[in-house]
């Protein structure tokens, strides 16, 4: 899939200059910034807490973290879906513009119009961009809202027999940085997908396989699953996040597979159940 960018004559910085990877301690980001530092590449940490703080929530932050940046990594917190995630997206975007920025990489998510108007204004903002359009992160399953349940037995969530293409992070972070130091992805929308469509319950089953333990899937009522949810002290604000997820995300608009990962890569997306082995291996679900 490809989307047409506007761009203008721009001043070069070196390859040395940094990139800014926001959300640079989380799922993508951490990621993103090692593969970039596996090239030899700087990075520029965006975080509260980094040397030269970066907050979404904070808006006076953004100049400071963008200054003398090559490119940017743009991980939205908490999600694209959420209100007023364009028009944070728009803003950063100029400054970003301003500041001499040469290459944008959005993380976006799959089947939200919220986070595919984020798209345009990215792909519209007179910088060459690229958007990773996300399915769900397996990885939720082993660093997410999900491993308590994988370590518990049971997995309870409301979400029945719809099924879903999860896609590994890694795939994802290997796109974001190609596309962050290689020519050839700007203007490219790159849909990526895990390369087949499980439910929770068969996700769920190939992480037992890969554990050698018993490991249930629970579907639950959405009010059942919200009440308990609230219960453990979940914010008002993040349900609400939840349920646009599990209800509209999750109501079958995602059943089928995309290349996106091929498209960037020129490999495969890696399936569910080399994450699961993988991450078995690696110890994410051991009883300590």
């Given at each position: 899939m490809t989307a047409e960018t506007t761009t203008t004559s721009r001043s070069t910085l070196p390859i040395t200059a940094p990139t800014l990877v926001t959300g640079g301690t989380g799922k993508t980001g951490r990621?993103?910034?090692?593969?970039?530092?596996?090239?030899?590449?700087?990075?520029?940490?965006?975080?509260?807490?980094?040397?030269?703080?970066?907050?979404?929530?904070?808006?006076?932050?953004?100049r400071a973290a963008l200054r003398g940046t090559r490119a940017a990594y743009l991980a939205f917190v908490p999600d694209l879906a959420v209100e007023g995630s364009t028009d944070a997206i728009r803003a950063l975007s100029a400054i970003a513009f301003e500041e001499g920025v040469q290459r944008l990489v959005l993380l976006s998510g799959r089947g939200e119009p919220a986070a595919q108007r984020s798209e345009e204004v990215v792909l519209g903002s007179g910088i060459p961009a690229t958007v990773v359009r996300a399915s769900w992160f397996a990885q939720n399953f082993s660093e997410g809202y999900l491993l308590d349940g994988?370590?518990?037995?049971?997995?309870?969530?409301?979400?029945?027999?719809?099924?879903?293409?999860?896609v590994d992070v890694d795939d994802l972070a290997e796109l974001a940085v190609a596309a962050l130091t290689e020519d050839g992805h700007a203007g490219r929308v790159y849909e990526a997908t895990g390369p087949e469509l499980l439910t929770f319950a068969d996700a769920v089953a190939e992480i037992a396989a890969a554990t050698g333990r018993e490991i249930a899937y629970q579907p639950l009522p959405m009010s059942v699953w919200t009440a308990e949810m609230a219960r453990h002290g979940v914010p008002d604000d993040v349900l609400d996040l939840l349920r646009f997820l599990f209800t509209e995300v999750l109501d079958g608009r995602n059943e089928s597979t995309a290349d996106g990962v091929a498209q960037g890569l020129g490999r495969p997306a890696r399936p569910f159940r080399w994450f699961a082995r993988r991450a078995a291996a690696a110890g994410a679900w051991s009883a300590s």
């Open positions: 990621r993103v910034a090692a593969g970039l530092a596996a090239r030899g590449l700087p990075v520029r940490i965006g975080s509260r807490s980094a040397e030269v703080p970066f907050d979404w929530d904070d808006p006076t932050t953004w994988v370590l518990s037995g049971v997995v309870a969530l409301p979400a029945d027999a719809v099924r879903e293409p999860f």
